[in-house]
């Protein structure tokens, strides 16, 4: 990770990026409305130096968002506990080359082929994808693992 990007909580910028390398769990990804509340949706990504990947359809409303205002936020933290995760402010970027590649990196990581009926359709209309690069400004870490410890043993 970047010695620019700042970093809040108990985790180092290691710890911050072995749990994004690591973890399965999909990216909550927050975009603006024209409306103006913000809109959120789950987004598979892979953590690649300091940005996280993720694939989204051209016509798609998060698309659409992101292109409108870059600015996002995102939250990566499994919903049992003990509860511990990353989040922080970003700018995203829609991308049209890597698409496809990055959709069997994707099914790779979150269902471990991409030999399945979903895997074959997202791959088949890989041209229509687009890569959103997610460029965090910061990241914030919490983890109340040893806080809940004696909660989760009863």
Request: glycine share 8%; aromatic share 8%; proline share 7%.
């Amino acid at each position: 990770m970047t010695a620019s990007l700042s970093y809040r909580g108990p985790w180092s910028p290691a710890e911050v990026r072995g749990f994004l390398t690591s973890t399965t769990i999909p990216l909550r990804l927050a975009a603006n409305t024209p409306s103006g509340f913000p809109v959120v949706l789950s987004l598979w990504f892979v953590a690649e130096g300091d940005q996280l990947l993720g694939a989204v359809h051209e016509s798609s409303r998060i698309a659409k968002r992101l292109e409108a205002d870059p600015r996002c936020a995102f939250e990566v933290a499994p919903d049992d506990p003990p509860y511990r995760g990353v989040r922080g402010r970003a700018r995203a970027t829609l991308e049209p080359d890597g698409a496809g590649e990055l959709l069997e990196r994707l099914l790779e990581r979150y269902l471990g082929s991409t030999e399945s009926n979903l895997g074959r359709f997202l791959l088949s209309r890989a041209s229509e994808e687009r890569v959103v690069r997610v460029s965090p400004l910061g990241f914030s870490s919490w983890d109340y693992t040893e806080r809940m410890d004696d909660a989760l043993r009863r």
